[in-house]
């Protein structure tokens, strides 16, 4: 048996930056299901959104957050999070991460503006922002004395008094698989912390990296906690439309600089579905080229910069620039095929400020939670910036916290369960829950599909329940339970909303009501 004061699941920026605060004063195990640096942290191209010139105000950053989450975002979260947005990226700075300069500027940074954002408000490192602070802050996490890095270690599930025949509701750590010597490992903590990202694995085409199925939101589930808003799952509407790429985005950045989304005729199409035309938000630009695609029959639209110097795209897109000309696109000549993909999930493990869950010694921060910040459609950038402030403040709860002496934990019991037979049957189901997800629980809803995607999912979940019951845990099998787990609660959460709001849009419920609330779903 492992043993630390804090277990943090998952090394995301979330993970990162709770370790970061705590391991001063903690002894802090960090897990990961696969290396320190895979998560979507690392994938984030345009940048974290923060008031850092005087020309802008919190306010104003405040007020564009609330407009984007269509009336339900909680404003005490939001207010909390952007007064301390500076905070968190002077923090970044003073550990060195090397965001894009701009000599000219006050703050001396450059910074961009997105779709969604009245200002100049996204600090970034070129196009591959991401990138830049999970190196940066991995460094110092395997440097660190008190972090003790299990890599390829995924978490099954927490450990729970009531799994243990205790009193009351309190999480002890959890069991995790160490996938190298093919073991189950118990990993007991005084706190644990869910970092685990958000789920857009769950779909068939997404941007996120295949680490992101929703692990932690249905492990805190089975824990005992509520879910929030899990019906609106953004869809980015710029993913590069190639054969040969998976998952690659094109950032909200190429728009914010002037890119033009135009049929492959080359006629512009934005404007006639909403007067801010590319600089509309996520979901009315994911919809409108969904529109134009069905329409039209297309297989994707094209996203045009090619019109502004060659100097200024590789200056400001290098990644982007790169990897298309790899696949012998050259964005500084010709347009860029894209198409829209599932890329955040705004809902999550409901928290509080401090991150706390509902169940006792457990915490939830990033992706995986659903703090109120992003109400019904997350703005642009605002999701690295919620790992950092919410990460700190959960860490100085922890710190503030007396300890508790840990019961006894019994070992991972798999006497009864013998080798797969099968394995045939996870890639299937696995297969069969994504497209069922994207055809049924897509960008345009209505009742019909979602209550066709219910039905497959619970058949389905019998099925892997069963599976699980039966045979020794494998990498896939839990991500499988997991996402299927996750799609339920998604598509159950649909069904509630009786309206459009935000990213939930149903044929059937085209209005969007007077008064906005937020959908929670409670664990038996
Ligand atoms: C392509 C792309 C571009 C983006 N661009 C931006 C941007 O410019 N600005 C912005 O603010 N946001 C952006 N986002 C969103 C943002 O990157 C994420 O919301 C944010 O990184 C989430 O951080 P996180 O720490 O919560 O999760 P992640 O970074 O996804 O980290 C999750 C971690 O948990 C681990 N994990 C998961 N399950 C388990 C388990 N069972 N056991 C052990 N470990 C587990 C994973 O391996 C990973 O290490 C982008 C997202 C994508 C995909």
Not at 268 to 291: G, S, Y
Not at 467 to 483: G, P, T
Request: glycine residues 8%; hydrophobic residues 40%; proline residues 4%.
């Amino acid at each position: 048996m492992l043993k630390f004061d804090v277990l943090i699941i998952g090394s995301g920026l979330a993970g990162m930056t709770l370790a970061l605060h705590l391991a001063e004063r903690r002894k802090v195990g960090l897990i990961t299901k696969r290396d320190l640096l895979e998560g979507s942290s690392s994938y984030a191209q345009g940048g974290i959104a923060a008031v850092l010139d005087t020309d802008d105000s919190v306010q104003e950053h405040i007020q564009d957050t609330l407009i984007a989450g269509a009336g339900i975002c909680n404003e005490e979260t939001t207010r909390y999070i952007v007064e301390h947005s500076k905070e968190a990226i002077d923090w970044l700075i003073a550990l060195g991460v090397p965001f894009t300069k701009d000599e000219t500027h006050e703050t001396g940074y450059h910074l961009t503006r997105e779709g969604g954002h009245s200002h100049r408000r996204i600090i970034h490192a070129a196009d591959a922002t991401g990138a830049a602070v999970t190196t940066t802050l991995g460094q110092k996490i395997k440097a660190h004395p008190n972090i003790t890095l299990l890599e390829d270690y995924i978490a099954i599930d927490l450990i729970t008094s009531a799994k243990l025949g205790l009193e009351g509701q309190r999480v002890y750590g959890a069991y995790a698989l160490a996938k190298q010597a093919d073991e189950v490992v118990t990993i007991a903590a005084q706190h644990t912390i869910l970092a685990s990202g958000g789920a857009g694995k769950v779909y068939l085409y997404t941007t996120n990296p295949d680490t992101a199925t929703g692990d932690g939101i249905a492990m805190g589930w089975r824990a005992g906690c509520r879910v929030g808003n899990m019906e609106f799952i953004q869809f980015h509407p710029t993913c590069l439309y190639h054969p040969h790429s998976k998952s690659f985005l094109i950032s909200e950045a190429v728009r914010g600089e002037g890119g033009i989304l135009r049929l492959p005729d080359g006629t512009r199409f934005m404007p006639k579905h909403d007067p801010r035309a590319e600089l509309a938000p996520r979901d009315v630009v994911a919809r409108a080229i969904d529109f134009e695609m069905k329409k039209h029959g297309l297989d994707c639209v094209h996203l045009d910069i090619s019109y502004k110097p060659a100097s200024f795209i590789k200056e400001h897109f290098p990644n982007i620039y790169a990897h298309c000309l790899e696949l012998g696109i050259d964005i500084t000549q010709q347009p860029i095929p894209v198409v829209p993909a599932a890329h955040y999930t705004c809902g999550g493990l409901v928290t509080d400020l401090k991150g706390r869950t509902d169940v006792e010694g457990l915490y939830a921060v990033g992706e995986v939670a659903c703090t109120g910040l992003h109400g019904a459609n997350r703005l642009a950038s605002n999701s690295l910036l919620e790992c950092m402030v919410i990460g700190k403040a959960a860490a100085e709860h922890i710190l503030a916290a007396t300890g508790i002496s840990l019961p006894d934990i019994p070992d991972w019991d798999d006497s009864q369960v013998t080798d797969p037979d099968e394995e045939v049957v996870i890639s299937h189901n696995w297969d069969e829950l994504r497209r069922a997800m994207w055809d049924y629980v897509g960008i345009v809803r209505t009742n019909k599909r979602l209550e066709r995607a219910l039905n497959r999912i619970n058949l389905l979940s019998v099925e892997i329940n069963e599976y699980y019951s039966h045979f020794h845990v494998s990498n896939d099998l839990i991500e499988l339970r997991n996402l299927v787990q996750t799609a339920e609660l998604i598509v159950r959460s649909a069904l509630l909303r009786k309206e459009s709001r935000g990213l939930h849009y149903s044929r059937d419920y085209p209005n969007t009501l007077a008064e906005g609330q937020e959908t929670v779903l409670t664990p038996n």
